[in-house]
């Protein structure tokens, strides 16, 4: 049962231009959510979270958006950079008397292209 | 300050045989989890550990136990192996349950003949 879906295996972008990465998920108890991005012989990197009360967070060129009703969320890259491409993991998370656990989608792989 | 750092970083074992993997967490993180990353897929919970205890476990058999040793290293230990254990198994640290805390080591690759 994958309860994180990216449905986009992968993804090309012209440098300068907005990636948006797309994500789908069925269980509603996740109480946030988060994007890392992996490059290879790395272990993943957080990249940003939301909260599952929020439906917007914002830092520097990358912006999450929630959209709870249709369990969908986004990251989206502005402008993108060749440094942004990598492989990006969506992940959702439940926090439940003080433990966490952490679903991760397949990934995308996004590639930037100068 | 050294990261989260994982050893070996590849392993080649048969079928049947047991296998140690090692984790030592970021300076002034007391919980690890761990991770199995088949090829292609994004990384599946396996445990977690805080205290020297795992108090979180997903979808995995028994075959697959750990340890956290009081500096808060910790070992992820698979019986029995399977062809279907090839993977790459990650190690994250974190400091507490805040979600955008957790640190990933650059795995262990594990590769099962």
């Known amino acids: 049962d994958q309860q994180v879906k990216q449905n986009s295996p992968s993804l090309s972008v012209q440098e300068g231009r907005i990636s948006i990465l797309n994500c789908d998920y069925t269980n509603s108890m996740f109480d946030y959510f988060l994007w890392y991005k992996k490059y290879p012989a790395e272990g993943p990197t957080f990249l940003i979270s939301i909260s599952s009360i929020k439906d917007k967070n914002e830092d520097g060129r990358f912006t999450v958006f929630l959209n709870k009703s249709a369990k969908h969320l986004s990251l989206h890259i502005v402008p993108s950079q060749p440094g942004d491409s990598a492989v990006y993991f969506c992940a959702a998370e439940v926090l439940s008397g003080g433990y966490q656990k952490v679903t991760f989608g397949t990934g995308t792989k996004l590639q930037v292209i100068p | 300050d050294a990261g989260v750092t994982q050893s070996p970083t590849h392993l080649i074992k048969t079928r049947g045989q047991q296998v140690t993997l090692r984790c030592s967490p970021k300076s002034g993180h007391d919980t690890v989890s761990w991770y199995q990353q088949a090829l292609g897929q994004g990384p599946q919970f396996i445990f977690q550990y805080y205290e020297e205890e795992e108090r979180q476990r997903g979808n995995f058999p028994d075959r697959f136990s750990g340890h956290q040793f009081p500096n808060y290293s910790s070992e992820l230990n698979v019986n029995a192996l399977l062809l279907g254990d090839s993977a790459l198994y990650l190690c994250?640290?974190?400091?507490?349950?805040?979600?955008?805390?957790?640190?990933f080591g650059p795995g262990t690759r594990l590769t099962v003949l």
């Open positions: 994250a640290s974190s400091p507490d349950t805040s979600p955008d805390t957790q640190y």
